[in-house]
């Protein structure tokens, strides 16, 4: 076991430290945190009881990892958790909240990019590859899935869930679910159109991107009912139609359109 720590850095005896970790001055590991291999913790981060790091992740300054959840039915005695897993990089005060249920988790998965001032509530779930721009910010039990972008100062409310390649604009406000690899934006935030960049860096077709048009116009249409939608979409008889057709029927809080 391998680690360079500072003499300043705080860490208890009970916390579990794998192999050749970074830590730097003033950062403080509670009681009951599982550090993997290979992470850099940068000066003034806390990971509070409850924190569980994967390999190779990088944590800023003054990120804190596992803060109570800012919920008002929350006993203080609940145990639960922070996952996160490999590759991720946290910058500058992040705060991210551990579970508000007993033994649950708040889940970051790998590849992830949390920019500077980024909020993560009580029992959200983040995948792979999330970008999240400074100051945004996700109510507790968002749901958001591969590849999506989340741009700077956007609100997000609680129990939504962003599809994969979703691209929000800046200081948008997100109240209801969010199509995947369409751009959404606005206060009212509204539906906007295809996200052409992220669909094209991550290999998508000129033919799947004009599948995706046939989708985007349907959804657009607001002489169809969502009932009619839903068969037209299915009728294109494609798996990209097919997931947005699954991926609407179960928006239980149903979904940004574009305005009427």
Do not use: W
């Not at 009619?228 to 947005?244: E, F, G, K």
């Amino acid at each position: 076991m391998t680690h360079s720590i500072h003499p300043s850095a705080i860490i208890s005896a009970h916390a579990t430290l794998g192999n050749n970790n970074k830590i730097a001055a003033h950062v403080i590991i509670e009681d009951d945190v599982v550090l993997g291999d290979n992470n850099i913790i940068m000066s003034g981060a806390i990971l509070k009881s409850g924190s569980r790091l994967g390999n190779h992740n990088t944590i800023h300054e003054y990120a804190v990892i596992a803060g109570l959840p800012q919920d008002l039915g929350f006993e203080i005695q609940t145990k639960s958790y922070v996952e996160i897993g490999n590759h991720n990089n946290l910058r500058e005060y992040v705060t991210l909240n551990r579970a508000s249920k007993e033994n649950q988790s708040t889940r970051i998965g790998d590849h992830n990019y949390l920019m500077s001032y980024c909020h993560i509530a009580h029992d959200c779930q983040l995948a792979n590859h999330v970008i999240m721009a400074p100051s945004a910010a996700l109510g507790g039990h968002v749901h958001v899935d591969d590849r999506a972008f989340i741009s700077g100062g956007v609100m997000v409310h609680q129990f939504v869930h962003i599809g994969s390649l979703a691209m929000i604009g800046g200081n948008s406000k997100i109240t209801q679910n969010v199509l995947p690899m369409m751009i959404t934006d606005g206060n009212p935030a509204r539906l906007r159109g295809l996200n052409i960049v992220g669909l094209r860096r991550n290999g998508y077709k000129t033919s799947d991107i004009r599948d995706l048009k046939k989708v985007y116009h349907l959804i657009a249409d607001a002489k169809l009912s969502l009932e009619n939608t839903l068969l037209a979409l299915r009728n294109l008889n494609n798996d990209l139609a097919a997931s947005y057709a699954d991926f609407i029927e179960f928006s239980d809080r149903g979904f940004h359109r574009p305005k009427d």
